[in-house]
């Protein structure tokens, strides 16, 4: 059981450059969503999808693009790194919504210097 | 909108003690709500939900949870914490229209000494 697969794990950037995390869930879910983790803040919302084609943004949704070409697949692009976007990223997929009863991958530290 | 306030940031327990954790929602209309757990350098996993029925919900590992609508919370408990329950948990609200997407608490560290 794959469930959901992020990559990296782990990821230094320097102040501008540009770089995409990946995301893939093998349990034929509809929902797929992004979360940055940050200390005191709890989890935010950065894009969600409900379905191949169809993505919106959540609640921190600057400086990052998202696209849904298959239901696989869900990637988070970060145009254009800075020290704000350092933080843990969670990728989650869901067959009832964004976020309830999710599988969540393993998370990617992005540190950006 | 909706919002989840959890009031016990980090609780520092012994081991075999009560653990309440307190979880408050804020949407008027109809809910559903969950508790994730984060072991550490672990993602987040589903400990329990409640869509609707029995208010008394119980997960995996020994907890529950007990939505009362009346004070718009949703507190997790479990009557003797393991020393492996050391995590940071999470609450999440979802109100049922729209899309449905969860709200997250900011979480509550738990440690657990044994």
Redesign the interface.
């Known amino acids: 059981n794959a469930g959901v697969t992020q990559t990296p794990k782990f990821q230094v950037l320097k102040t501008g450059q540009s770089m995409t995390l990946q995301c893939a869930q093998d349990m034929n879910h509809e929902?797929m969503?992004w979360?940055r983790q940050d200390p005191?803040?709890?989890?935010?919302?950065i894009h969600?999808s409900?379905g191949a084609g169809i993505t919106?943004q959540?609640e921190v949704p600057n400086g990052y693009n998202v696209s849904r070409s298959t239901t696989e697949d869900f990637p988070l692009r970060l145009l254009s790194a800075a020290p704000s976007q350092t933080s843990v990223y969670?990728c989650?997929s869901s067959l009832?919504?964004?976020?309830?009863?999710?599988f969540?991958?393993?998370?990617t530290r992005l540190t950006v210097v | 909108a909706q919002s989840v306030s959890q009031h016990n940031?980090h609780v520092i327990l012994s081991e075999a003690a009560s653990l309440e954790l307190g979880c408050n929602y804020s949407y008027g209309g109809t809910v559903?709500l969950?508790w994730y757990v984060q072991y550490p350098g672990?993602?987040?996993?589903?400990l329990l939900?409640y869509f609707s029925g029995d208010p008394l919900v119980k997960g995996i590992k020994g907890f529950e949870a007990e939505f009362i609508k009346s004070k718009f919370s949703f507190n997790l408990r479990k009557p003797s914490v393991q020393w492996s329950d050391t995590a940071e948990y999470?609450c999440?609200v979802?109100n049922s229209g729209g899309?449905?997407?969860?709200t997250?608490?900011?979480?509550t560290k738990l440690q657990v000494i044994p």
Not at chain 1, 40 to 45: A, E, I, N, Q, T
Not at chain 1, 104 to 107: E, K, P, T, Y
Not at chain 2, 104 to 107: E, H, N, V, Y
Request: charged letters at 10%.
């Open positions: 929902y969503s979360y005191g803040m709890g989890l935010r919302l969600y409900v919106d959540g969670f989650a009832t919504g964004v976020g309830t009863e999710a969540f991958g393993q998370g | 940031h559903n969950f672990q993602h987040l996993q589903l939900k999470f999440a979802m899309y449905q997407k969860v997250f608490g900011i979480g």
